[in-house]
């Protein structure tokens, strides 16, 4: 399947291999799809079957061995702002707070903190009243939240 146009998310025919002391590992194998802006998409599959790479190639954080990914009918083969990851542990650092983890994207970036959407998503998201709190206070629930958060701050 051919990546069309105005695509927001598209591959084709996408493989990786990882090459270990064993011999190769193939991790994907001919992968293709295409998203539009208002698309949802779920991978799943048995443990080891290729998700999180497959993820981290989608987000431009790894390159396939074969195939080609676009964002937006660009190549995709370094990691873009326009795209976020939140992964199964969250990726939160212990000795920030909520507030902290959430801004932290936008201090990297150097942009300045917009505190009225941040107060509309932790609203959106449940989590207003747990600002001053630290990962390890909160429920999987609400840290996966956290980590929802400060992706789509970023957008």
């Known amino acids: 399947m051919a990546p069309s146009s105005n695509k927001l998310l598209s591959c084709e025919g996408v493989a990786k291999t990882y090459f270990t002391e064993t ?19 779920a ?3 048995p443990s080891g079957c290729g998700k999180s790479t497959l993820l981290f190639i989608l987000a431009g954080l790894e390159k396939p061995t074969e195939g080609r990914v676009s964002f937006r009918d660009a190549a995709l083969d ?5 795209v976020a990851l939140v992964l199964q542990d969250y990726g939160l650092f212990p000795w920030k707070t909520v507030q ?11 942009e300045p903190i917009d505190a009225e959407r941040i107060s509309a998503l932790l609203h959106e998201l449940g989590i207003f009243q747990k600002t001053e709190l630290y990962p390890q206070q909160l429920s999987g629930g609400q840290r996966q939240r956290v ?7 970023l957008n």
Not at 23 to 41: C, F, I, N, Q, W
Not at 147 to 153: G, H, S
Request: charged residues 35%; proline residues 4%; hydrophobic residues 45%.
């Open 43 to 45: 991978i799943v599959g």
């Open 23 to 41: 011999g190769p590992v193939m991790a994907l194998k001919d992968v293709s799809l295409s998203l539009d802006d208002e698309d949802t998409l």
């Open 100 to 110: 902290a983890n959430i801004e932290l994207g936008i201090r990297i970036r150097k």
């Open 147 to 153: 980590a929802l958060a400060r992706a789509l701050v």
């Open 78 to 82: 370094k990691p873009r702002r326009e």
